[in-house]
């Protein structure tokens, strides 16, 4: 069995002309289940000739080619350049749109307008991210990954600037509009970066990194944001969204690698990269067009996806799960102004309390999701299946429902602030852990389809978000927050039925839809 490592010399060039045949071990694992650790394999014949990691018995999946081009064989130090750059793209929309919870305050008394009415343009930003998702696969799938969101950034920076000097609702509102469906390139797109550049086990511990920039971003937006208000003009929030996205398009700019590769073909066929500025507008990419999809085999990817029975179900759970996370979000401001009696700054103090919350499952979630992938593992013989992934669920889903009720009965009965800290704590540390749990598992499901699976969880929890949104505020002033909370924590326990139907019968649920057979990944 063979080791790999990434400082091992290049290859010669009569070894990268040659095609290797390589197994493909994620189609293997979508069907049989994944072999991650040789040692508890009984049967090593099983696993004679694969590469490993360093470790000496982890597989590595995919397999990597011989050519030094291939990101699999990129340096720890550029995949992780890589990594953080997306992840950094990826703070952007969330941040961007939660910016506008607590802006709304004072562009409602300039405008004339109630805030509810000026919350529009939170939930038209919310809504874009979802479509924009869609847009980037697609679009990536066709020209190439780099181009794309190189593109789209610069659209989101202009956005951003034009949100900041939008003098009017209807400017401010197109806007808003446009950003939200630009900025989320990185957001809808990451798990398609990830499978690019990092092996199958490694997944979970880079979701976990990815996914902790997309949690904590909509609490650092309402953070900031209460303090600039103290001090300054409202306008000073976007500016500062500004500034982020030049610095994120700057990164791209000099720091961005195209990271497709086509596995199908030879390392001879291989389109061998040549200059960066040439990567960065997609010249290059148009020139290899041939080795992607064609557009139309492009558009149609993510229909496809959306059609396995256990993408959709994760997603309609994703969707009731995550939605109270936006909506929560975009209207607690509205909430804690008269009852604790809050200023801008004691709002800005207050959303320290999902950071920090964030920040406990993002730590958590680097050792659990690879303790239940271990344990699983080491009952079957050192196979993987997709749906030892969800095992984690069942410990961040009591967290989400004792923190939803929870807030409810504070804001109901006038709790101490405190404790109202505490019960939102819980929930935003529960979704942080369930976020990592369902990507890793549609990633393991369909790895050929990694974008697409996560531009649909994108969609599905800015679709629910963006309907709370609307009727969070109407709602908890209708029935109080005891019963709109308390529905939200049954909807969420509800949910979790979809779970556990999908450890039940999700493989058979796989085998019956069969795979994608894309052309490419």
């Given at each position: ?202 997944h979970p511990r880079k979701i976990n990194i990815w996914a902790g920039f997309v949690i904590l971003s909509p609490y650092f937006g309402p953070l ?18 500004t500034i982020m996205t030049a610095v994120c398009f700057l990164l791209i700019t000099f720091f961005g690698e195209e990271t497709f590769y086509n ?189 697409e699976v996560g531009a649909w969880l994108n969609q599905s929890r800015t679709l629910g978000g963006f309907v709370i949104s609307y009727l969070q ?49």
């Amino acid at each position: 069995m063979a080791s790999t490592t990434d400082k091992e010399k290049a290859p010669s060039a009569t070894e990268i002309n040659t095609p290797t045949h390589e197994p493909d071990l994620d189609e293997i694992g979508e069907t049989e289940g994944y072999i991650v650790d040789v040692s508890l394999v009984a049967d090593k014949s099983l696993v004679q000739g694969l590469k490993l990691a360093p470790d000496g018995h982890t597989v590595l999946i995919p397999q990597p080619s011989s050519d030094p081009n291939d990101p699999l064989n990129w340096s720890w130090t550029k995949k992780h350049v890589v990594l953080i750059i997306v992840s950094m793209t990826a703070f952007l929309p969330d941040y961007g749109s939660a910016t506008g919870a607590v802006a709304l305050i004072p562009q409602a008394a300039i405008w004339g307008m109630t805030e509810d009415t000026v919350n529009h343009s939170q939930a038209g930003n919310v809504f874009m991210l979802g479509p924009g998702g869609l847009a980037t696969i697609i679009l990536a799938a066709y020209f190439g990954r780099l181009p794309v969101l190189w593109y789209f950034v610069i659209i989101a920076l202009l956005t951003a600037a034009w949100c900041a000097a939008a003098t009017s609702f209807n400017s401010f509102m197109a806007a808003r509009v446009l950003n939200g469906f630009f900025s989320t390139v990185a957001q809808g797109g990451g798990l398609m970066f990830i499978k690019d550049i990092f092996f199958f086990h490694e997944h979970p511990r880079k979701i976990n990194i990815w996914a902790g920039f997309v949690i904590l971003s909509p609490y650092f937006g309402p953070l900031f944001t209460a303090f600039i208000l103290n001090v300054t003009k409202w306008e000073w929030g976007f500016w500062l969204l500004t500034i982020m996205t030049a610095v994120c398009f700057l990164l791209i700019t000099f720091f961005g690698e195209e990271t497709f590769y086509n596995r199908h073909i030879p390392a001879s066929q291989q389109a061998v990269p040549k200059s960066h500025w040439r990567r960065i507008v997609g010249i290059e990419q148009w020139e290899s067009r041939k080795q992607r999809s064609t557009f139309w085999e492009a558009f149609v990817r993510p229909w496809k996806v959306i059609a396995k029975p256990t993408v959709l179900l994760s997603c309609t759970y994703y969707c009731f799960t995550f939605a109270w996370v936006v909506g929560i979000n975009t209207t607690l401001s509205i909430f804690l102004t008269p009852l604790y009696n809050f200023g801008l700054k004691q709002i800005g103090f207050f959303y320290f309390t999902p950071v920090v919350a964030a920040l406990l499952g993002f730590v958590s979630g680097h050792w659990l999701h690879d303790l239940a992938a271990r344990v699983y593992m080491k009952r079957h013989n050192g196979i993987l299946e997709p749906e030892a992934r969800l095992a984690i669920i069942w410990f961040s889903t009591p967290f989400m429902i004792a923190g939803l009720v929870l807030l409810g009965f504070c804001l109901e009965n006038g709790y101490h602030y405190m404790v109202t800290s505490l019960a939102w704590g819980l929930y935003v540390f529960g979704i942080m852990v369930t976020t990592v749990a369902i990507s890793s598992y549609n990633l393991d499901c369909y790895p050929e389809g990694s974008g697409e699976v996560g531009a649909w969880l994108n969609q599905s929890r800015t679709l629910g978000g963006f309907v709370i949104s609307y009727l969070q505020v109407r709602w908890a002033l209708k029935t109080g927050t005891e019963t709109s909370f308390g529905t939200q924590a049954a909807v969420v326990g509800g949910m979790f039925f979809i779970v556990v139907i999908l450890q039940i019968y999700g493989k058979r649920m796989r085998t019956w839809s069969g795979r994608l057979h894309f052309k490419t990944n």
